[in-house]
């Protein structure tokens, strides 16, 4: 009897040393298929140009494919409690925005800055003010002058309400006493498209978002929201450079859902390292005017937590909670 319960217990034994065996196999197999990459906008913004770049990029680095997934909405809310919902297990990421560090404080959705895992910052770029090239205003003084005369009357573009370009307007609004008529979009591209059209007055995005309508003659920037000029447009005077002290923006980066083992967690993190690396990668960053910023998993929670208090603390003060 006791030589049959000890071979039991042994087989027993044996089974879990088999299953724990076979789990970290698993784990070091990662990843085994394609993983999906949530985009939480439009097609067409900085965003979803990251993004794609940084799937074309991972190719040399991984045994498999990141396809690009955009779930817009709700200013990223949507994507990303799609994400946060995921199986824990590294095949559904999401790209993440500073307006995961807002959109809790607005009382938009239910996602907050600490339902998803940071993997990698990848990315930072200010915020600008840009009008249609043939627009009656050639300077931001020129532009706020109209929006002081006209209250609320002219059309503001942003991703959505909550979004970072919906508060660097407001910001923009509280630092120079003038009101505008906020438009929201599921998108900086869809906003800068309703600007092209002639549907809004001026878009709050990033230089990346109107780079190549500019280039083209299309558009024209006034003003950056920097405590420097950018790249690319060298012209364009900062908001601090015409007396107005404001500067604020967005970051961008790559998030698991949380609880994600920390082996794959490590696994994304060397990815994202050696993706970000790529000549190709730097290059259409570079193309598209999007400011190349690396951080890994430690260093970006710390830049999420910075952001996430001042945000609370701005709209707050700006009053423009839903």
């Not at 979803?48 to 940084?54: G, I, M, N, Q, T």
């Not at 591209?189 to 190549?212: N, R, Y």
């Not at 430690?298 to 001042?310: E, P, S, T």
């Amino acid at each position: 009897m006791k030589i049959a319960t000890t071979r039991r217990v042994l087989a027993a034994f044996a089974g879990l040393l088999a299953l724990g065996a076979n789990g970290v196999h698993a784990q070091s197999d990662f990843p085994n298929r394609p993983i999906e990459l949530v985009v939480p906008f439009q097609p067409g913004g900085g965003t979803d140009a990251l993004a794609r770049s940084f799937a074309d990029a991972s190719r040399k680095h991984m045994p498999q494919s990141i396809v690009i997934v955009n779930k817009p909405g709700a200013s990223g809310s949507i994507g990303w409690q799609d994400v946060a919902a995921a199986k824990p297990d590294g095949y559904r990421l999401a790209v993440i925005t500073v307006e995961l560090a807002t959109l809790s404080h607005m009382g938009i959705g239910k996602i907050s800055a600490d339902d998803l895992q940071p993997i990698a910052q990848l990315n930072a770029d200010p915020a600008a003010i840009t009008v249609r090239a043939d627009a009656p205003w050639n300077t931001i003084e020129d532009f706020l002058a109209a929006a002081k005369k006209d209250p609320a009357k002219l059309g503001m573009g942003n991703a959505g309400n909550g979004s970072i370009w919906h508060l660097a307007a407001s910001a923009l609004e509280d630092k120079a006493g003038v009101k505008f008529n906020h438009v929201p979009f599921q998108g900086a591209g869809p906003a800068v498209l309703a600007l092209l059209g002639g549907h809004i007055d001026a878009v709050a995005v990033s230089p990346a978002e109107v780079t190549t309508y500019v280039q083209a003659g299309k558009l024209k920037t006034l003003a950056v929201m920097a405590d420097q000029r950018v790249k690319g447009f060298e012209k364009v005077p900062t908001l601090k450079e015409r007396k107005i002290d404001l500067s604020i923006g967005t970051w961008r980066g790559i998030a698991a859902p949380k609880n994600t083992p920390p082996e794959t967690v490590a696994y994304l993190k060397k990815l994202a390292l050696a993706a970000s690396s790529e000549p190709a990668f730097r290059e259409t960053l570079d193309k598209q005017n999007l400011g190349f910023v690396y951080a890994d998993d430690v260093a970006f929670k710390q830049v999420i937590a910075r952001d996430n208090a001042y945000f609370k603390s701005l709209i707050g003060k700006l009053g423009i909670k839903n």
